[in-house]
C-alpha cells in the first residue's frame, strides 16, 4: 500500500497524485468558470489548479476518485458521432420503413411472396450504415499513426471545413524553449546578476515557458532553490513571489504599467533586443523597475514549409500572441504570416477567435499554453501542442499533436476533408447499389440468394473503399 500524504500542485498542471490514492473528491458542479479555494477546502483529483501552487493531502483510493467514475461512463457511454453519422443513422431508420412498404407493395403487385422477400433481403441498409462510421474510424486511425489524435466524429467534421488557422507564437511556431539572451539591471540597488536571481526565485514554481527558461539559466549560472512565498500567476500578464521579503513582479510591459510601474528607464537598454525578435521580461521590486531579462526563442525549421502548404489549400494563417509587437513581427517575417495581432490577453484572444468563428471561413486555433485554452475552446476547431502543451490546452483541444509536430497539419487537415469525400461516396455508392437491387428484386431477376450476394457486395465496397483511408501517406 503506497500513500503520500502531501502533494504538491503547480498551476496549469492536473492533480497528480501517487497511483494508489488520489485527491478528496467534492461534489461535480455545471461551474463553466475556476471555483475559488481556501485553506482546508476538498478538491477533484481530474481538476486543474489554474491559480498558484499550493500543497494537498491524498486522502483516498484512486478507484473512488471522481475522475475513474468519469473514465468508467465514457467508457460505457457512446462515442461521440459526427453530425454526418447521426444524419445517416436517422435516414437508415426511414430506409427500413421504406423497404417494407417495397415489399408489400412488390407482393401486392406482382403476387410473388418470393419477390418480396429479395426485396426486403437487398433493402437492408447495411451499406449504408456502414458508410459513414467505417470512413470516420479508419480516418482518426491514420491521423492516429502520424501522432494526431483526433478527439471525436464531430472534431473530424469540423477539422475538414477549416478555411482559416490562428496560431500562438511560442510553442507553436517556435520550439518553445527560449534562451535567456540578457539580464540587464536598470537599479543601481542590483547588479545584472541579482536581477536573474531574483527573476529566476520569482519563476522558480512557474510552468510557462519563459520562466522555465529564466530558471534554467540560473541554473547553469550555479544558482540555487531558496523558499518564495506567496507565489502567483496573472495568466497572459505575468507572476508575483515574495522573494527575501520584497514583493517581486515579473512580466510583460502592460502588466508592469497597470501596475503603475514605470518602464522608461530600460527603453534604450532593451531597444537593441527587441529590434532583434527578443521578448522582455520586466522585473520590479516593492513596485520599482529593477531591470529586465530578455529572451529569444527558436523557429521551428519547418515552420516556413508547413505554412507554404497550408496556404496552398486555401487555408489562411494568422499569428495571434501576448508577445510583444517587435518580436511577433519578427517571427511572422520568419514563417510568412502577415495577419498578426500581439500583446494579447487571453481573453481578447478568445475574442477575436469568437468574431472569426461560424462565419464563411471556419477557424482553427493552435496553441499550447494556459493562456491558449479559452481560443481553443472558442474556435470551431481547436489543435493543442500534446508534447510541451499544458493540460487545460490539451484538454481544451479538438485534436492533438502528440509529438508537437506542426509539420503534419496540411496533412490533418487534407485527410479530414478526404474521410468526408469518403462518407460522401460510400453513402452515393450504397444508395445505389441498394436501388438497383430493389427494382432487380421486384423485377424477378433476383432471387433472395443472390439478392444476398448483391446486398453483401455493398456492404463489402464501403468497408474497402473507407479502409483504403487507412493506406495515406504523409509526404
Known amino acids: ?24 473528491v467534492n461534489k461535480g458542479t455545471d461551474t ?45 457511454a457512446e462515442e461521440n458521432k459526427a453530425p454526418i453519422v447521426t444524419a445517416a443513422d436517422r435516414w437508415a431508420t426511414w430506409l427500413v420503413v421504406i423497404a417494407l412498404s417495397c415489399a408489400v407493395l412488390t407482393w401486392i403487385f406482382t403476387g410473388k411472396f418470393m419477390r418480396a422477400v429479395t426485396v426486403l433481403v437487398v433493402f437492408c441498409p447495411c451499406a449504408f450504415i456502414l458508410a459513414t462510421p467505417t470512413a470516420v474510424l479508419a480516418g482518426i486511425g491514420n491521423a492516429a499513426k502520424y501522432g494526431i489524435i483526433v478527439r471525436s466524429g464531430d472534431a473530424l467534421e469540423r477539422l475538414s471545413k477549416i478555411r482559416r488557422i490562428a496560431f500562438d507564437k511560442t510553442g507553436t511556431l517556435t520550439y518553445g524553449k527560449p534562451q535567456v539572451t540578457a539580464a540587464v ?106 531591470g529586465f531579462i530578455a529572451l529569444r526563442d527558436t523557429v521551428r525549421e ?35 504570416i502577415s495577419d498578426i495581432q500581439a500583446n494579447l490577453l487571453p481573453e481578447e484572444k478568445m475574442e477575436i477567435i469568437k468574431k472569426l468563428s461560424g462565419g464563411k471561413e471556419p477557424v482553427c486555433m493552435v496553441g499550447d499554453g494556459v493562456n491558449d485554452a479559452l481560443a481553443l475552446t472558442s474556435a470551431d476547431a481547436g489543435i493543442a501542442m500534446g508534447g510541451i502543451g499544458s493540460d487545460i490546452a490539451i484538454e481544451s483541444a479538438d485534436a492533438v499533436l502528440v509529438s508537437d509536430e506542426i509539420r503534419r497539419l496540411p496533412y490533418l487537415f487534407g485527410l479530414m476533408q478526404k474521410v468526408m469525400k469518403k462518407v460522401q461516396v460510400n453513402i452515393i455508392v450504397s444508395l445505389i447499389i441498394n436501388l438497383t437491387a430493389v427494382v432487380l428484386s421486384a423485377a424477378g431477376i433476383l432471387n433472395p440468394v443472390t439478392g444476398a450476394l448483391w446486398h453483401n457486395c455493398g456492404s463489402v465496397f464501403v468497408v474497402v473503399n473507407a479502409a483504403l483511408l487507412l493506406r495515406e501517406k504523409d509526404r
Open 185 to 290: 539591471s536598470t537599479s543601481e540597488a542590483c547588479s545584472d546578476e541579482e536581477v536573474l536571481r531574483i527573476a529566476a526565485l520569482t519563476e522558480q514554481k512557474s510552468e510557462h515557458p519563459l520562466g522555465k527558461a529564466i530558471w534554467t539559466a540560473y541554473e547553469k549560472a550555479g544558482g540555487k532553490a531558496e523558499e518564495t512565498k506567496d507565489f502567483r500567476v496573472l495568466a497572459g500578464q505575468g507572476v508575483s513571489a515574495v522573494v527575501d521579503g520584497k514583493r517581486i513582479l515579473a512580466g510583460k510591459e502592460d502588466f508592469m504599467r497597470s501596475q503603475g510601474i514605470d518602464v522608461y528607464a530600460a527603453d534604450d537598454s532593451c531597444r537593441k533586443e527587441l529590434d532583434q525578435g527578443a521578448t522582455i521580461v520586466y522585473l520590479a521590486v516593492d513596485n520599482t523597475l529593477a
Open 1 to 24: 500500500f503506497c500513500v503520500r500524504p502531501l502533494v504538491q500542485s503547480q498551476w496549469g498542471r492536473s492533480f497528480c497524485v501517487c497511483p494508489l490514492v488520489y485527491v478528496s
Open 32 to 76: 463553466k468558470g475556476p471555483s475559488l479555494c481556501f485553506n482546508g477546502d476538498q478538491v477533484s483529483s481530474g481538476t486543474i489548479n489554474q491559480f498558484s501552487t499550493f500543497t494537498m493531502r491524498a486522502d483516498a483510493v484512486s478507484t473512488d476518485s471522481s475522475l475513474q467514475r468519469m473514465v468508467r461512463l465514457a467508457e460505457e
Open 302 to 336: 519547418d515552420a516556413r514549409e508547413t505554412l507554404d502548404r497550408l496556404k496552398a489549400v486555401g487555408i489562411t494563417p494568422m499569428l495571434l500572441t501576448g508577445d510583444n509587437e517587435r518580436a511577433a513581427k519578427t517571427i511572422a517575417a520568419n514563417v510568412g
